[in-house]
Every structure is written in structure tokens, then in C-alpha cells.
């Protein structure tokens, strides 16, 4: 069985200092990875992806991430945080794994927030 | 935000009543999923769609069910609501996982979600 999980509830950063929030996984095969955010009152909003390729991926607003699969982690990075990425942050995984890949299953979310 | 409508937005019904939630999409994606999201708990999968009438279980499918007689069309029926079922539910739709050499990512893309309250 795949799981994601999200050892942080809170993470607070000023703003302007890099911030990290982070995901193990783990899974039978190989993952498909992903970072999603939400703000109050909205759905999730997909931020990046890792499929296969280069461990570090870069996604929208700034946002990156490294694939390690040594660790079986999942970070998400920014190099310079914004008052406005304060939101909840989910990691999701695929496993590539023959019938376990239609399931994506979610961590159970990092609140971020960026103090001015 | 990807074609996704969700009905109604809110509800509140009693317990013991029927509730279907509807989930309708113009992306012509073949999987959908149904979510109910908590604190604490994150996203937890209820049920999923592979293909027209072609249906899964989740994590947590106890009390609900679901059907799929159209491509865009996805309800989540709780037969019987119990204040336990409480909570925001998410539809979400996604390209198929397998279809890897279209270079498809595969990530879903979710509506803006059902608060469903049970009194």
C-alpha cells in the first residue's frame, strides 16, 4: 500500500527566508509525486510534479522540490518566502506499481505561514 | 481552474436522510475521484472512476456509494447520513496514470469542494 506523510502540521517562516516543507513516501514501486496548495474556502491547486528525470523540479509561483530516492522524501523548497504562500500544503504519491497507480493518495497537510 | 463543477456547494441535511453530491467535468478526463477532506486526516479517497461504470473503492468507501453512467459525471450518494460523514468533499479528475508516453503527468485537478453538514 502507497502513503504519504507530512511530519510537520505547522511550519512558520519570516518572510523572506527560504522555507522547506517536507514529505516522506512510501511506496512498492516506483512514484509519481506531488505538491498541491490550498487557501481558504478553494480546492487544491496543483504546485509540481515529479515523474522521472532530474531529482529537482521546479513547479509554479518560485516553488521547487527534490525527488531523493535514498530517503524516500519529497521536499518542497522556496528560496525566499512571500506573505502569500501562507496556505496548506498537501504531498501526493502514484505508485507506478500495476494497479496501485490509480490511486493518489494525500498526506495529511503542512500549514504554512510566512510572517511579515 | 479545470472544468470541474460541483453541486451544491453547501448542504445541510439531517441524519438519517439520503445526499447525493455531484461532480460534473468538461475535460473529458477518464478517472474521478471523491475526496472528504478533515483536519488532521488531510484527503482521504472514498471512492474512484476508472471509465464510464467502471468504479473502486477507497480508503474510506464505508456509507457511500457511487456511479458513473456518463463520462462527465461523477455523484457520491451517503445512503444514510450520519454526523461522521460531516465534511468538505472534494471531486477531483485526472488523465489516466498509464498513459505515460503522452508525457501526461497524471496529477489531478480538483473542484472547489461540497461542505456537507449532517445535524
Known amino acids: 500500500a502507497q502513503s504519504v506523510a507530512q511530519p510537520e502540521d505547522q511550519v512558520n517562516v519570516a518572510e523572506g527566508n527560504p522555507l522547506t516543507v517536507k514529505c516522506t513516501y512510501s511506496?512498492?514501486?516506483?512514484?509519481?509525486l506531488f505538491w498541491y496548495v490550498q487557501y481558504p474556502n478553494r480546492g487544491l491547486q496543483f504546485l509540481l510534479k515529479?515523474?522521472?528525470?532530474?531529482?529537482l523540479v521546479k513547479g509554479s509561483y518560485g516553488f521547487e522540490a527534490e525527488f531523493n530516492k535514498s530517503q524516500t522524501s519529497f521536499h518542497l523548497k522556496k528560496p525566499s518566502a512571500l506573505v502569500s504562500d501562507s496556505a496548506l500544503y498537501f504531498c501526493a504519491v502514484r505508485d507506478i506499481h500495476a494497479g496501485s497507480a490509480r490511486q493518489l493518495t494525500f498526506g495529511s497537510g503542512t500549514q504554512l505561514t510566512v510572517l511579515p | 481552474d479545470a472544468g470541474i463543477t460541483q453541486s451544491p456547494r453547501h448542504k445541510v441535511t439531517e441524519t438519517g436522510t439520503p445526499v447525493t453530491l455531484r461532480c460534473h467535468q468538461t475535460?473529458?478526463?477518464?478517472?474521478m475521484y471523491w475526496y472528504r477532506q478533515d483536519p488532521g486526516h488531510g484527503l482521504r479517497l472514498i471512492h474512484y472512476?476508472?471509465?464510464?461504470?467502471?468504479?473502486d473503492k477507497g480508503e474510506v468507501s464505508d456509507g457511500y456509494s457511487v456511479s458513473r453512467s456518463k463520462t462527465e459525471d461523477f455523484l457520491l450518494t451517503l445512503e444514510s447520513a450520519t454526523s461522521s460523514q460531516t465534511s468538505v468533499y472534494f471531486c477531483?479528475?485526472?488523465?489516466?496514470?498509464?498513459?505515460?508516453?503522452?508525457?501526461?503527468?497524471?496529477?489531478?485537478?480538483f473542484g472547489q469542494g461540497t461542505r456537507l453538514t449532517v445535524v
Open positions: 511506496v512498492s514501486g516506483n512514484p509519481y
Open positions: 515529479y515523474i522521472t528525470g532530474d531529482n
Open positions: 475535460e473529458n478526463h477518464r478517472y
Open positions: 472512476s476508472y471509465g464510464v461504470k467502471d468504479t
Open positions: 477531483a479528475i485526472s488523465e489516466s496514470p498509464y498513459v505515460r508516453d503522452r508525457g501526461l503527468g497524471t496529477e489531478a485537478f
